[in-house]
């Protein structure tokens, strides 16, 4: 019985050895992304070895809906965007990319504690900021800054362009390019009266 057990410890040892020797995660570069079917291959590195076709987890996606973001695929030596790849119980035959990381090359955007920020490459952003307001940024579509429409924690709402900036305050004022301020009331007896474009030409606001 005394042998028998140390047989049964020795081949525990040797199973618990070579399942500790299986990663459980890898980390490599992108070098192909499906968009219809949300999945990827992926280089491992410093060996090389491609992988087949591996879902991309996120945490918040269902049938046709979600959020989804595109991985970059590279050539899988340099580039491609950098993820980890996570295996069920050390199973190589069923990976999934659960992460991609950043690197001292590819920088994320920056944000302070208590913020969020969706940023895109080409400098379109939503942007949560830690004092309660939100800022949707567009692009100029050479990676500057668009039209930034801001909501403020008090409920205003301020959009700026490149030569102008336009309010809507709580108090349904309106401020155009800095000159004009509008009640809204005015605005809309205006618009009754003389229709559309006799307010827009007019330059004057009609009582209420």
Do not use: C
């Amino acid at each position: 019985m005394s042998n028998y057990g140390d047989l049964e410890t020795i081949i525990r040892n040797v199973i618990e050895g070579v399942m500790a020797g299986r990663r459980s995660e890898r980390h490599g570069l992108v070098t192909s992304y499906d968009p219809d079917k949300h999945l990827a291959k992926v280089t491992f590195m410093p060996e090389g070895q491609e992988s087949g076709w591996l879902p991309i987890e996120t945490g918040h996606i269902g049938n046709g809906f979600g959020i989804a973001i595109g991985l970059t695929p590279g050539d899988g030596k340099k580039t491609g965007d950098q993820v980890i790849v996570r295996y069920q119980e050390g199973d190589f035959e069923s990976g999934k990319i659960v992460q991609r990381v950043h690197s001292d090359k590819e920088k994320p955007p920056r944000v302070e504690s208590g913020e969020m920020v969706f940023w895109h490459e080409k400098g379109q952003r939503i942007f949560f900021k830690k004092n309660g307001d939100l800022e949707i940024r567009g692009s100029d579509g050479k990676g500057g800054a668009g039209a930034t429409h801001t909501y403020d924690g008090q409920g205003n709402l301020t959009k700026t362009a490149k030569n102008n900036t336009d309010t809507i305050d709580k108090d349904r004022s309106v401020t155009i390019k800095g000159k004009r301020d509008d009640n809204v009331k005015k605005v809309w007896g205006a618009i009754a009266q003389f229709g559309h474009w006799g307010w827009l030409t007019s330059g004057s606001d009609d009582s209420d």
